[in-house]
């Protein structure tokens, strides 16, 4: 069974930044796709970004487009997600997952492994 353990969340202000890392803790399919979702209180777990094995395509969510960069470790079992210019309304809990299947795609249905998420809180 496939874990993935985030970390990186934590208490900014608005304009801040944060760097979200994730990774296996066992092993993992040959070849795998990587997301980043999030989940705000009340509200439905929504795509974030998303990154080939290659790491040569990557996808993002609109509102995250310019602000959020998602990229690969060199052994490529890391994620990572760079946040700059955090607003209030990125406040949620951050999740890592992984997809066994590309090409890579922004609904979570299709991603496999999930981590336990990790939570991201900005001050305005």
């Known amino acids: 069974q496939v874990q993935l353990v985030e970390s990186g969340g934590g208490l900014v202000q608005a304009g801040d930044s944060l760097r979200l890392s994730c990774a296996p803790s066992g092993p993992t399919p040959t070849t795998y796709a990587m997301g980043w979702f999030r989940q705000a209180p009340g509200k439905k777990r929504e795509f974030v970004a998303a990154?080939?094995?290659?790491?040569?395509?990557?996808d993002y969510a609109d509102s995250v487009k310019g602000r959020f960069a998602i990229s690969r470790g060199a052994a490529r079992n890391q994620v990572f997600l760079q946040m700059n210019s955090l607003r209030p309304e990125d406040t949620a809990v951050y999740y890592c997952a992984a997809d066994s299947v590309e090409p890579i795609t922004a609904s979570s249905l299709e991603y496999q492994y999930w981590g336990q998420g990790t939570q991201v809180t900005v001050s305005s």
């Open positions: 990154i080939t094995w290659t790491g040569g395509t990557k």
